[in-house]
């Protein structure tokens, strides 16, 4: 079977942050620790959790 490697992955979008105009340098700590939203690990994998839980114990 043929191996694959990707070694320079990045997601889609990911040149508006390492371009030569990118916004992220013009940021200072205050606008830095001012941005909001996603959603934070610990509750992704509770949810998750609680997700399988709820599924094993309906196919019992």
Do not use: C, H, K, Q
């Not at 700590?29 to 509770?46: C, K, Q, R």
């Amino acid at each position: 079977m043929a191996v694959i490697a990707i070694n320079d992955l990045r997601p889609t979008g990911a040149e508006l942050f390492f371009g030569s105009e990118s916004f992220m340098a013009d940021l200072n700590d205050n606008e830095l620790g001012n941005v909001n939203g996603g959603i934070t690990p610990s509750w992704y994998f509770a949810a998750v959790g609680v997700t399988a839980l709820v599924g094993y114990l309906a196919n019992r």
